[in-house]
């Protein structure tokens, strides 16, 4: 299959041969908040857009990563950072501090504007703002960022949101946690994990999947209705 070059600065598609789909570029998008192990950068897409959120772009630049895009109020990143950065042609797209939105949600909805996706999102979790964490992961499951398919990079752990299946892969013995986001999650079935669920419904507010183990190196979880995050890492 062809594939279609890509203008960074504005990414006009250079369309394949007639009757061909057209893929997406994937997103990797840098937030704030702790600190990224370097080993996160061996997984990530050689030919994905970048996005910074605010000082994502200080854990941008130590896991050597070029942000195609910095956004967000800015008030936490280093002005010599940002400076550099412009410096080197990356569009920095500045907004108020008095917005209505947080700056990661600020950088998913410009991964979703420009059809990026499938995307990667990488921190956004300080627990001394535990006020964010809860938000950062709400986000990841909401539904105007469906299209993203985001996989979140946080704490260690790996949160794959499911709207239809999912592949965990992983260590026999690793934690999968299992919640459904929004409203009760039906037909969840589950392949390779501890404590199987077979056309079960997971409802809102129930810890009943915290806590699955895997079996197996990879596992699979589907859902017929509803979203569940599955966060996968740590031991028992």
């Known amino acids: 299959m062809a594939v279609p070059a890509i203008d960074p600065q504005n990414l006009t598609w250079v369309m394949p041969a007639e009757g061909e789909p057209v893929p997406r570029q994937p ?3 840098v937030a704030g908040g702790d600190a990224a ?6 997984a990530l897409p ?3 857009f970048v996005i910074a959120a605010d000082s994502g772009l200080h ?3 130590d896991l050597g990563l070029r942000p195609d895009l910095v956004v ?3 008030d936490s990143a280093d002005p010599a950072a940002i400076a550099a950065a412009r410096d080197a042609g990356v569009p920095v797209e500045t907004h108020p501090a008095d917005k209505d939105a947080t700056d990661l949600e600020l950088a998913l909805e410009a ?13 956004g979790a300080s627990l001394d703002r535990i006020d964010h964490f809860i938000a950062n992961a709400l986000l990841m499951a909401a539904d105007r960022f469906a299209t993203l398919e985001p996989t979140w990079l946080v704490k260690g752990r790996e949160v794959h949101v499911v ?8 260590t026999e013995g690793d934690i999968v946690t299992l919640l459904p986001v929004g409203g009760p999650a039906r037909g969840v079935r589950t392949k390779g994990l501890r404590w199987a669920l077979d056309d079960e419904t997971l ?3 129930s810890t009943r999947g915290v806590s699955n183990v895997l079996e197996r190196p990879e596992a699979t979880v589907s859902v017929e209705s509803g979203v569940l995050i599955a966060i996968h890492g740590g031991t028992p």
């Open 72 to 74: 967000g109020d800015l």
């Open 203 to 205: 409802e809102a507010g």
């Open 111 to 123: 991964a979703a504007d420009r059809g990026l996706g499938p995307a990667v999102v990488i921190g």
């Open 37 to 42: 192990p370097a080993s996160v950068a061996e």
């Open 163 to 170: 709207r239809s299946e999912a592949t965990i892969r992983g």
């Open 27 to 29: 997103v990797v998008i």
């Open 59 to 61: 854990t941008a630049n």
């Open 46 to 48: 050689a030919d994905a």
